[in-house]
Nanobody, 123 residues
Framework: QVQLVESGGGLVQAGGSLRLSCAAS????????MGWFCQAPGNERQFVAA????????YYADSVKGRFTISRDNAKNMVYLQMANLKPEDTALYYC????????????????WGQGTQVTVSS
């Protein structure tokens, strides 16, 4: 079965960095786009970043452009989110998600989700 396991979250001061990792299993990882989403208490789940099946196309939410970088290693079935210059408003539970197809789509185009890893940014 499809499994997505996130790691790398934690508590960091504003301006700091974190690298989130997502280990994928149970499907042909290299055939699907992958994404990162976040959800803060009381808010809806929001798109953060996505990467196409081969890594050639990436897409970011405006709020993280220039600060976050998504990447993937198809040999290791891993997807990453490098987060830099973190802000208190980045505080949320971050989820890794599997796309339904090779190319990047909207939130409805993701069919499996991990349990999330908490990122807390102190001011």
């Amino acid at each position: 079965q499809v499994q997505l396991v996130e790691s790398g979250g934690g508590l960091v001061q504003a301006g700091g960095s974190l690298r989130l990792s997502c280990a994928a299993s149970g499907f042909t990882f290299s055939a699907y786009a992958m994404g990162w989403f976040c959800q803060a208490p009381g808010n809806e789940r929001q798109f953060v970043a996505a990467i196409s099946w081969g890594g050639g196309t990436t897409y970011y939410a405006d709020s993280v452009k220039g600060r976050f970088t998504i990447s993937r290693d198809n040999a290791k079935n891993m997807v990453y989110l490098q987060m830099a210059n973190l802000k208190p408003e980045d505080t949320a539970l971050y989820y890794c998600a599997k796309g339904r197809r090779r190319q990047i789509g909207g939130i409805a185009d993701y069919d499996y989700w991990g349990q999330g890893t908490q990122v807390t940014v102190s001011s």
